[in-house]
């Protein structure tokens, strides 16, 4: 058994030394060093495209029949309450824990979700009105004071107690808050050419988002359109108008209350999304100059922001994702056979969720992977790269004291 050793230690002693003479060998070091470059290039594009590939994506079928309008979560992102046009009207569907979508009969048609995690909340036509907590199958209906005939509801927001819509009588659209069961007085915006779309509660009041109907030669279509409301006491709500301007449409107001802390003055509380552009709206009712129109990207459909303060958008380029206070995006590469054509982003959880165009498949993406990757990358480039250091040295210390005679 020892001399087996000795032999096979003999042979190895044999080899190393064979390694080393080729490399210390004048004519050979080019191809060696030629070599090492070649795998380190090999390596180093194995890393990115690795990185691009986005991890922690996940694809489902839903069972759901058309597009998903818009969709809200509960905190676990487990349940969920989502509008979905069947081609006809828009149903209004619901998620049990199990993954299955099953049809409400509510007695109503359903025109808006809006609410919070904790409470759901569902407007329809001729001001129908209700109220749904997560886990439950039924809807409750709540009676509103409307102080006219009531109009049909595009679009609301807000809690319980207190909230904001945007109702549609005729061609008209009108602003209005409630507090309890009583609604107020509508506030139209002056301008008719202006359509109010979405509303959104933030802090201090309501986000609104709508286009220009008015289309102008040298700007194109005038359609970023951004309106802050407030609350009046004695009569219809308050209506400013924050930003107007050139670009695709607005369709996405996220509130941020909560999740920037040390903020004293000035803080953000909500950031708007658009087709081409994120702006950045700040307490002081201006939009903040941190953000600005989206590099690279083209007819942005959705918008979402994760628990890291990082935004992820779906463009025609591909999806993004941006954290806030860079300049450029990032594209992100989704494992193949994720379908492309995503829409209605939100958080379900901790997690990104986006419906494929037609609403039959749900993409998951835990933001949380992608960190751990690359987390996990840095550090194996970091000891690859220590490696490679002490794999030099070490031929370079062997050929060095080779050419002093000391081996």
Not at 257 to 271: K, M, R, S, V, Y
Not at 336 to 361: I, K, Q, Y
Request: hydrophobic fraction near 40%; include cysteine; proline fraction near 4%.
């Amino acid at each position: 058994m020892f001399f087996n050793s000795l032999g096979h230690r003999g042979a190895v002693t044999n080899v190393v030394e064979r390694l080393f003479s080729f490399v210390d060998s004048p004519r050979e070091r080019p191809w060696v060093a030629m070599g090492a470059l070649a795998i380190f290039i090999l390596l180093g594009a194995g890393w990115v495209n690795q990185a691009q590939v986005l991890p922690g994506v996940s694809t489902m079928e839903t069972g759901l029949e058309g597009p998903v309008v818009d969709v809200i979560w509960d905190e676990d992102g487990h349940h969920a309450l989502a509008l979905v046009d069947s081609g006809e009207e828009l149903a209004l569907m619901l998620r049990d824990e199990g993954g299955t979508w099953s049809e409400i009969q509510c007695n109503c048609n359903a025109t808006a979700i809006g609410g919070s995690s904790s409470l759901w909340l569902v407007g329809g036509e001729d001001g129908w009105f209700g109220v749904m907590i997560p886990g439950d199958n039924d809807i409750a209906p709540r009676s509103l004071n409307w102080q006219s005939p009531a109009p049909d509801i595009v679009s609301l927001d807000g809690q319980l107690a207190s909230g904001w819509l945007i109702a549609e009588m005729a061609t008209s659209r009108t602003v209005y808050s409630w507090s309890g069961l009583n609604v107020s007085e509508g506030a139209t915006y002056p301008i008719n050419d202006i359509s109010l779309d979405e509303i959104e509660s933030v802090s201090g009041g309501a986000l609104i988002i709508g286009h220009d109907q008015t289309s102008n030669p040298v700007l194109g279509l005038s359609s970023e359109v951004l309106i802050e409301a407030e609350r009046n006491t004695t009569g219809p709500p308050i209506l400013t108008m924050l930003h107007r301007g050139a670009g695709a449409p607005l369709h996405t107001i996220i509130p941020v209350d909560g999740h920037f802390e040390g903020c004293i003055q000035n803080c953000l509380i909500a950031i708007v999304g658009g087709g081409d552009s994120i702006y950045g709206i700040t307490s002081d009712s201006t939009v903040g100059r941190n953000m600005h129109r989206i590099a690279g990207s083209i007819e942005v459909s959705t918008i979402t922001m994760d628990t890291q303060n990082m935004l992820w958008f779906k463009s025609e380029n591909g999806l993004y994702n941006l954290e806030i206070g860079d300049q450029n995006p990032t594209l992100v590469k989704l494992p193949d056979g994720t379908p492309s054509d995503l829409h209605s982003a939100s958080m379900a959880g901790d997690n990104v969720v986006m419906f494929s165009e037609e609403g039959d498949t749900r993409v998951t993406i835990d933001p949380m992977a992608q960190r751990s990757l690359l987390r996990s990358l840095s550090l194996l480039a970091d000891l690859i790269l220590v490696m490679s250091f002490v794999a030099f040295f070490g031929f370079g210390g062997y050929a060095l004291l080779r050419k002093h005679d000391v081996l």
